[in-house]
């Protein structure tokens, strides 16, 4: 059974970091895209954030330079390394991993909801 567990979200500042976190159990990440995509109240879900079963990371414009994805193979945990948040990064955040054989088989993970105010 898989499971994509996420961590990390909460209220915090402009400017300030968050570290989102996507523990996964039942999948193997070499045969898996694995990405971070947001959700503000209103709007379309977007992508945020991918890595490919290769290794090769990509950006949404409006978060490069700020937000980094990371994968720890050991721990079976991808990150999101959120830094200089703006309050236009609040959002419902989710995991999402993608089986690169199998196109049609996604998992998602339940979305902590990041907040940026002041």
């Known amino acids: 059974q898989v499971q994509l567990v996420e961590s990390g979200g909460g209220l915090v500042q402009p400017g300030w970091s968050l570290r989102l976190s996507c523990a996964a159990s039942?999948?193997?990440?070499?045969?898996?895209?694995m990405g971070w995509y947001r959700q503000a109240p209103g709007k379309q879900r977007e992508v945020v954030a991918g890595?490919?079963?290769?290794?090769?990371?990509n950006y949404a414009d409006h978060v490069k330079g700020r937000f980094t994805i990371s994968i720890d193979n050991v721990k079976n945990t991808v990150y999101l390394q959120m830094n200089s948040l703006k309050p236009e990064d609040t959002a419902v955040y989710y995991c999402?991993?993608?089986?690169?054989?199998?196109?049609?088989?996604?998992?998602w993970g339940q979305g902590p909801q990041v907040t940026v105010s002041s």
């Open positions: 039942g999948i193997i990440f070499n045969v898996y895209h």
């Open positions: 890595i490919t079963s290769g290794g090769m990371r």
């Open positions: 999402n991993a993608a089986n690169i054989i199998v196109v049609t088989e996604r998992y």
